[in-house]
C-alpha cells in the first residue's frame, strides 16, 4: 500500500543547511504568530515578560486521507454520544456513584459526584449542558494490518490547544509555501495540508451557549490555573469570542472565585466581583462557566475548592462542562461503552430517541475505534465485578489477566493531565501494590500499534538554538467538537483538529506535561 510505504519511509532527508533555514524559519513564525508558552518560572510574573517557542514538529505528519475524514465523520457521533450520557443521571450514578461505582474507591470522583448528588438534591437551576470535547485517535497497524484509527480516549474537559493546532498547520503551510521543503518529497503539495480553523470552531460552541443564556450584558468565566504557562492557546479564544460574537470574557482562579463569585439567592444568577474601575456596576454576570482548570485532583487543594465549583454549578450559569458531562468522560466510561448494548441504549434506541438513532453501520464504525478494555475488578466475563475475590483480598480474573498480557496493556485511572497510566514491564509491580479495593477504580486497555518506522523532525520548546532531534515517532490526531444540550436538544459541531508527535520511546503523549510536540496533518492517499 502507498500510504504503508510512505508511513515507513518518513520525514524527508535534509542537508544540515535545510534543517538549519526550516529551524529558523519555523521559531521565527512561532513568535511570530503567538506559537509560544510562558517560560517555566517558580512564579509567574503579573504581565508576560518573555516567552519561549512551543515544541514544534519541522515537518506535518503522514496520515490516509480516508481516515482523516472518517474521524472527523465519527465526532458528530461522538458528540452525541457523550451528550446523552450526560443526561442520563442514572447510568453516571451506578457507573461513577459512590454506592457502587467508581466513586466508592476513588477519592476525587467520589467527591465531583457527591456534590453533583447534592446539587441535584436541592435543585440545578440549569438544565443546559456545554461540551467542548476532543476525541483522541492513533493509526493503528498490527504486522500484515492496513492502519485503521483506535481511540486512545475522549476528553470533556479543558481539551487544549486548539488555538495552538491552528497556528501549528499555518507554521507548516508556510514553511511549505516558503521552500516547497526542498522537493523533498512528491507528497508535499498544497492539496494535502488540510485547513485547520479551530479557534472559530470552538469559539462557536461557546458563543451559542451564551446566546442561549440570552443576556448580551452577561460575560463568559475562564476558570483557569494559577500560573499558567499555556496562556497563549487560550487567549485567541477570548479574542475571538470579542472580535467575532462581540462576547467579553474574564479569567480568574478557583482561588480567586472562592472570594469573588457569588450567586443570588433569587434569579440563581452566577455574579463575579471586579474593581469598579473596571466595571461601574463592580460586578459582572456570567454567562458561560469554561473550565481549562478543575480536571486534576491537586487542582482541590482545599474543601473551599470544591465548593467554589460547585456554587458555579448551582446558578443559572451553563457550565462546560458541568459535572456530569465530565463524570462523563471517565475511563471507566470509556470501558462500560465497548460492552455489550451499551452504545445501543444511547445510540440506536428508537423508543428512547425516536427517529435521532444511529444505523448498525455507524454503530459498527463507532464500535471499530474501540480497542479491548476491561475493568480490574471484574469476574471471567469481563463485565460484572468479582465480588468474592474483593472480599477476600484475592487476584480475580480481571488483575490475573492484565498481568499475563501485561507487555501488550496500559492501565488507566480515572484521570486527566498526562502522567497517570501505567505501561508494559510497568504494570506487574504496580498490580503487586495495588489494593484490591482500588482495583475498580482502574482499567486495563489493549495497546494501540502505531506504524514502524515513522519519524520527524522534532524541536523542544524554547529549544530553536539546540540541535534538532530526528527520531522516529508516533503521531496522535485529535478531532475537536462541541455540544450544547439539555432542554432545547442538541445542537452539534465539529470544530478542528491537531496533532501531537512524540518519540515513539514516550508512552505518554501530552504536549504540556513536556512528553510531546505541536503537528499537523498531511494527507496521503492509499
Known amino acids: 500500500m502507498a500510504s504503508a510505504s510512505v508511513l515507513s519511509e518518513w520525514p524527508p532527508a535534509l542537508t544540515n543547511a535545510q534543517t538549519d533555514e526550516l529551524t529558523l524559519l519555523a521559531t521565527s513564525y512561532a513568535f511570530s504568530t503567538g506559537l509560544i508558552y510562558l517560560p517555566p518560572a517558580d512564579r509567574q510574573p503579573f504581565a508576560p515578560e518573555s516567552a519561549i517557542n512551543a515544541p514544534l514538529a519541522l515537518f506535518p505528519s503522514p496520515l490516509p486521507r480516508s481516515l482523516f475524514e472518517h474521524a472527523r465523520n465519527l465526532q458528530g457521533i461522538y458528540n452525541t454520544l457523550y451528550a446523552r450520557i450526560a443526561l442520563d443521571e442514572e447510568f453516571l450514578d451506578r457507573i461513577m456513584g459512590t454506592d457502587n461505582g467508581v466513586g466508592k474507591v476513588d477519592d476525587f470522583i467520589g467527591q465531583l459526584w457527591t456534590g453533583w448528588k447534592g446539587l441535584r438534591d436541592r435543585g440545578l437551576a440549569q438544565s443546559l449542558h456545554l461540551g467542548l470535547f476532543r476525541s483522541d485517535y492513533l493509526l493503528h497497524a498490527p504486522p500484515n494490518e492496513a492502519p485503521s484509527l483506535k481511540q486512545v480516549e475522549f476528553n470533556t474537559i479543558s481539551v487544549s490547544f486548539g488555538s ?31 485547513k485547520n480553523d479551530t479557534i ?50 474574564i479569567r480568574q482562579t478557583f482561588e480567586e472565585l472562592s472570594v469573588s463569585a457569588t450567586v443570588d439567592p433569587h434569579t440563581r444568577a452566577l455574579r463575579v466581583t471586579v474593581s469598579p474601575g473596571l466595571h461601574p456596576d463592580g460586578f459582572v454576570e456570567i454567562s458561560v462557566v469554561y473550565f481549562r482548570a478543575g480536571y486534576a485532583p491537586h ?22 462542562p458541568s459535572i456530569a458531562l465530565q463524570l462523563a468522560g471517565g475511563k471507566k466510561i470509556q470501558e462500560v461503552l465497548t460492552q455489550p448494548g451499551v452504545l445501543e441504549h444511547f445510540l440506536a434506541d428508537e423508543q428512547k430517541w425516536g427517529t435521532a438513532v444511529f444505523s448498525q453501520t455507524e ?83 489493549e495497546l494501540i500499534v502505531p506504524p514502524n518506522g515513522t519519524g520527524n523532525y522534532l524541536i523542544r520548546a524554547g529549544g530553536g538554538n539546540q540541535p534538532v532531534a530526528k527520531v522516529e515517532v508516533v503521531s496522535e490526531l485529535g478531532i475537536f467538537g462541541w455540544a450544547l444540550f ?41
Open 164 to 194: 495552538l493546532s491552528e497556528r501549528t498547520a499555518r507554521l507548516h503551510r508556510y514553511l511549505y509555501a516558503s521552500t516547497q521543503y526542498y522537493n523533498t518529497s512528491s507528497h508535499l503539495k498544497a492539496e494535502n495540508f488540510p
Open 200 to 249: 472559530a470552531g470552538l469559539a462557536e460552541g461557546l458563543a451559542t451557549a451564551h446566546k442561549a443564556y440570552d443576556n448580551d450584558k452577561a460575560r463568559i468565566l475562564f476558570v483557569v490555573q494559577p500560573g499558567e504557562r499555556n496562556v497563549f492557546d487560550q487567549r485567541p479564544l477570548e479574542y475571538h469570542l470579542l472580535e467575532k460574537h462581540s462576547i467579553h470574557a
Open 299 to 320: 487542582e482541590y487543594q482545599t474543601p473551599t475548592d470544591y465548593q467554589t465549583r460547585f456554587l458555579l454549578e448551582q446558578s443559572i450559569a451553563i457550565n462546560c
Open 363 to 445: 454503530l459498527r464504525e463507532l464500535r471499530q475505534t474501540f480497542m479491548g478494555m476491561w475493568g480490574l475488578d471484574v469476574g471471567s466475563d469481563l463485565l460484572t465485578a468479582d465480588l468474592s475475590s474483593l472480599e477476600f483480598g484475592k487476584e480475580g480474573f480481571g488483575v490475573t489477566k492484565a498481568r499475563k498480557n501485561a507487555l501488550s496493556l496500559v492501565l488507566k485511572p480515572q484521570r486527566e493531565g498526562g502522567g497517570n497510566n501505567v505501561y508494559k514491564d510497568s504494570i506487574p509491580t504496580f498490580l503487586d501494590q495495588l489494593p484490591p479495593n482500588e482495583r475498580q477504580a482502574w482499567i486495563a486497555m
Open 486 to 526: 439539555g432542554r432545547v436538544g442538541l445542537r452539534q459541531s465539529e470544530a478542528g483538529w491537531l496533532v501531537r508527535t512524540k518519540g515513539k520511546d514516550s508512552d505518554e503523549g501530552g504536549v504540556a506535561t513536556g512528553f510531546s510536540v505541536l503537528d499537523s496533518v498531511l494527507l496521503i492517499d492509499e
